[in-house]
């Protein structure tokens, strides 16, 4: 039988830790697990096996009857302190970290997922997670793509041998924003895992587990990392979600507490066995970014929302789509839910303009593919993150041919302003 301190060895130090607030727990938590020295960032652990002075002390950590750390693609040092850091700010029960966002979701999917399964995707959705979703239909998971700003569309497209439902709260690139409050009651009446990926947000701006949901993606590199210097993902388990009830939990752990039976197979059968395992210098950069969290994005959506205001109103650009503007069809629900509308917003240009010109007329606006830097980035989508997907998906998503999607950065916003009107001038 697997003992729950053997999958995250410091996970009683998360439930004695003060509750302070958001950012102050952050800042403390590698220093309240007594690291070593003294020192205030866990150090980075390079080593990927450990060694036992009692090699029967080795079989139990292999057995689940001892806390420690047995292998690298497991377990590091290193990353479980940014696991506890995820953890804390999604208030979960527990984290699993992973090479990157999409590494995460697969690796999810994949640990809970067989064949004959169906799950209810949000057809607005991230290009790749997408092109998964597309993938694993020929592995024998049937999956239906429906708009899911409206509850009632997936209740439709429910099935007997539905198992999950996948959303983000704010969809790229055209910033949709799920009916977050009324799936999640959905998916708890008809006992359905509930996914939510929080990228566009972060735990900053929102908690999934406010609308009940199951588990929690984060996209480490994006905002929680912020500088565009590492990569990383991660799942946490909400504790809102009866896993004894859940029929494709693995044997091997249903001796477990019913809490700890999700989150410990996604651990199992996604990272070990898939083994798209995080680093410890990664785990370290995203550790550290995460301690500013709070100040980079507050900043990053008061630009991104003068930004949007700015291009609402210039007669060259045809449509602006942001959350925190008043004709947003789902602005009312982004201000209920959300601490702040994010720093993502798109827009289309006026067909007399070419997006690429466009966009090489910037100076501190980077084409980029990237988002959640400290950098203010833009992306031609239609050309390029979305282009694999067809004219006809891309259609049905809202995304036009002129589209550019900017995540926005710290940057002085006059700076900004000056290059949208060299831009579009």
Excluded at 130 to 150: C, H, M, P, W
Aim: negative net charge; proline residues 4%.
């Amino acid at each position: 039988m697997y003992n729950s301190a053997s999958i995250d060895p410091v996970i009683a130090t998360l439930h004695t830790m003060p509750k302070n607030g958001f950012i102050t727990r952050n800042l403390h938590s590698d220093r309240r697990d007594s690291p070593e020295h003294g020192v205030l960032h866990k150090a980075i652990h390079t080593s990927v096996a450990y060694g036992y002075a009692d090699s029967r002390e080795l079989a139990e950590v292999f057995q689940g009857r001892r806390a420690g750390y047995n292998y690298g693609r497991q377990l590091n040092p290193t990353v479980t302190a940014l696991q506890n850091k995820v953890t804390q700010m999604e208030d979960g029960i527990g984290s699993v970290a992973f090479a990157t966002g999409m590494a995460a979701i697969a690796s999810t999917m994949f640990a809970l997922l067989k064949e004959g399964d169906h799950i209810v995707s949000s057809a607005f959705l991230f290009g790749n997670t997408n092109s998964l979703f597309n993938t694993i239909k020929r592995l024998g998971v049937e999956v239906t793509f429906v708009d899911a700003t409206q509850a009632r569309f997936i209740e439709n497209a429910l099935q007997d041998n539905t198992r999950l439902v996948f959303v983000e709260t704010i969809a790229n690139p055209v910033t949709q924003i799920a009916d977050l409050v009324a799936i999640g009651q959905l998916c708890s009446v008809r006992n359905l895992v509930y996914c939510v990926d929080n990228t566009m947000t972060s735990p900053h701006l929102f908690t999934p587990n406010t609308v009940g949901a199951s588990l929690v993606v984060n996209s480490l590199t994006k905002y929680i990392g912020g500088h565009g210097n590492a990569l990383g993902g991660s799942i946490t388990d909400t504790g809102l979600y009866d896993w004894a009830g859940f029929p494709n939990i693995d044997e091997s752990y249903r001796g477990l507490d019913p809490s700890q039976q999700g989150i410990t197979q996604i651990k199992k059968k996604g990272l070990r066995d898939i083994g798209a395992s995080l680093g410890p210098e990664a785990a370290h950069h995203l550790a550290v970014g995460s301690e500013t969290l709070p100040l980079r994005l507050d900043r990053a959506c008061a630009n991104a929302k003068t930004l949007a205001e700015y291009c609402q109103q210039h007669p060259k650009v045809a449509n602006t789509y942001y959350p925190g503007l008043d004709n947003h069809p789902q602005h009312d629900r982004a201000k209920q839910l959300f601490k702040n509308f994010g720093a993502i917003f798109s827009i289309d240009l006026d067909a007399t303009i070419d997006c690429f010109d466009f966009l090489n007329a910037m100076d501190n606006v980077i084409a980029s593919s990237n988002l959640g830097d400290n950098r203010t980035l833009a992306i031609p989508v239609a050309h390029t993150i979305y282009y694999e997907m067809g004219a006809e998906r891309r259609a049905s998503m809202g995304i036009s041919d002129n589209l550019i999607r900017f995540s926005v950065g710290i940057e002085d916003i006059d700076d900004l302003l000056a290059d949208f009107d060299k831009a579009l001038a």
